[in-house]
């Protein structure tokens, strides 16, 4: 099966954290499975690569974390949840994207 690597959608990973995060705060472990289930398994984040990208989203406010307890495992979490400026940056990066496959669309021939 084909995978996306990361190098192809490394400037799209803080779109698909704050795309999971618009419904409810998550932790990086679930982010990552519900990635690779939502991508039918196209894109598997490495640990590495999905920790790294909560760094600027959370430096530029779009994301805030906080710690908890879980309740059925009794470990404690990170959570991240999107902030109003996230959710405005989320809307911003769509766009984009659009733009995006619009121009890279022109240069693909099957």
Request: proline fraction near 3%; hydrophobic fraction near 30%.
């Amino acid at each position: 099966m084909l995978n996306i690597s990361s190098d192809v959608i490394r400037g799209y990973n803080d779109t698909i954290i704050l795309y999971l995060l618009l419904d409810r705060p998550s932790y990086g472990y679930q982010i990552s499975k519900h990635i690779t289930r939502i991508s039918e398994e196209k894109y598997l984040p490495k640990d590495t690569t999905l920790y790294y990208a909560f760094t600027p989203v959370t430096k530029d406010g779009y994301i805030t974390s906080f710690s908890s307890n879980d309740n059925a495992s009794g470990k404690r979490r990170t959570y991240y949840q999107i902030t109003d400026a996230g959710r405005e940056y989320y809307r911003m990066k769509c766009e984009e994207w659009k733009l995006t496959l619009d121009v890279v669309s022109k240069f693909i021939r099957f």
